[in-house]
């Protein structure tokens, strides 16, 4: 027998939750976030499973290589534009749609040698600071744009600092509309949370990300709760030991969990070099055995332990959930401090992968 810790990636989420986008937008073109490796669920493990998808947007040319090597056909975003000059000859080669947010970039489109036109993504800064041309500059460089034969289909596109609150985009809303007017042009404005909750910004693509792989994007479950998402990663393991502590007795590194009474205590094969985090606090719920109890003291690189006073029926081999269909990513994280986008792309490379 192997480790015990394993990620399951549920490919029938995926599509369920890609149709949930659909639901949700249902006349927008909907951009396939895959970045970071698929949010860390493993870009040539999952794509296929969103080939119902418009397009796929990412942002390293290594992985908009592999799809289509792979044998996608249809847009890929790279949502950041080329780094340098150099990689345009790659954008041409494999018909990649770029987006623009620097002078320099309107530049080199504008010298390169290209077989055919590229479709560009104008990036606009709507108020984040990100990347982006100030709102003043749109008119101005979307004509240029047209004007050059190396340019094809030209898309405006923005990006929302606060789309999880309920007005959290008016702001960047009324610049971009202002920034805009008169321009007869698609846009592309939404990530998750506008797609799900800002109909007014979903325009002609919107670009969800957070969403398809079954976690919130405002980091609380409650908030996606009705509307049939699922998450798609689960993160599982066994107990390996068990202990009973004595009243007084510490647990892990720093001993930072000390018993009040008789408690026995599980010990999961699964720690910080895994992915799971290290500042998760005693009580972060896992479920052992089907039943919800709570981590205690430190995790350590590669081992947490569990409070086991609620499932005394729960020892050696007993199955752990860190996260998953009951456990959600989201509640993981909060009380770790963070949002299930760290959790899931923090996977650890050591940690077997099985598809469903
Ligand atoms: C990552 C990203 C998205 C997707 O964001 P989610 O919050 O995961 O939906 C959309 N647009 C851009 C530009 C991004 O970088």
């Known amino acids: 027998m192997s480790r015990p810790v394993q990620a399951t990636v549920d490919l029938h989420a995926l599509r369920q939750n890609l149709q949930v986008v659909r639901r949700a937008a249902p006349h927008c073109r909907v951009w396939s976030v895959v970045k970071a490796n698929a949010y860390g669920h493993g870009i040539d493990r999952i794509w296929r499973a969103l080939e119902g998808t418009d397009g796929f947007a990412l942002l390293n040319l290594e992985e908009a290589i592999l799809l289509r090597e792979r044998g996608w056909k249809g847009p890929i975003l790279m949502l950041e534009g080329f780094f340098h000059a150099d990689e345009l000859p790659l954008f041409d080669k494999y018909r990649l749609t770029t987006s623009v947010h620097s002078n320099w970039q309107v530049k080199a489109l504008q010298d390169a040698r290209l077989h055919a036109p590229l479709d560009v993504y104008l ?119 068990v202990q009973t502590l004595r009243a007084g007795d510490c647990v892990g590194y720093g001993s930072r969990y000390r018993a009040t009474q008789e408690q026995r205590i599980g010990i999961v094969a699964c720690g910080y070099a895994d992915g799971y985090p290290r500042l998760a606090r005693t009580g972060t719920p896992v479920l052992v055995d089907g039943i919800r109890t709570g981590t205690v003291g430190a995790i350590s690189m590669d081992m947490l332990t569990v409070d086991l006073t609620p499932c005394p029926q729960a020892g050696i081999g007993t199955p752990v959930e860190l996260w998953g269909n009951e456990i959600k990513i989201d509640e993981v994280a909060a009380s770790a401090g963070t949002v299930g986008y760290e959790l899931m792309c923090a996977l650890a490379p050591r940690v077997p992968v099985v598809t469903v």
Request: with cysteine; charged share 20%.
């Open 123 to 241: 990036k606009m800064n709507s108020g984040m600071n990100r990347l982006g041309f100030q709102p003043e500059r749109v008119q101005t460089l979307w004509r240029q744009l047209r004007d050059l034969g190396n340019v094809g289909d030209i898309t405006l596109m923005a990006h929302f600092a606060e789309a999880e609150k309920t007005d959290g985009i008016a702001p960047a809303m009324a610049r971009i509309n202002q920034a805009s007017e008169g321009l007869d042009c698609p846009r592309s404005l939404s990530n998750s949370a506008a797609t799900l909750w800002h109909p007014e910004a979903h325009g002609d693509w919107v670009r969800p990300g957070i969403v398809l792989y079954g976690a919130s994007p405002s980091g609380e479950w409650q908030d996606v709760a009705g509307s049939g998402i699922k998450p798609v990663m689960s993160l599982t393991s066994q107990i390996i030991a």
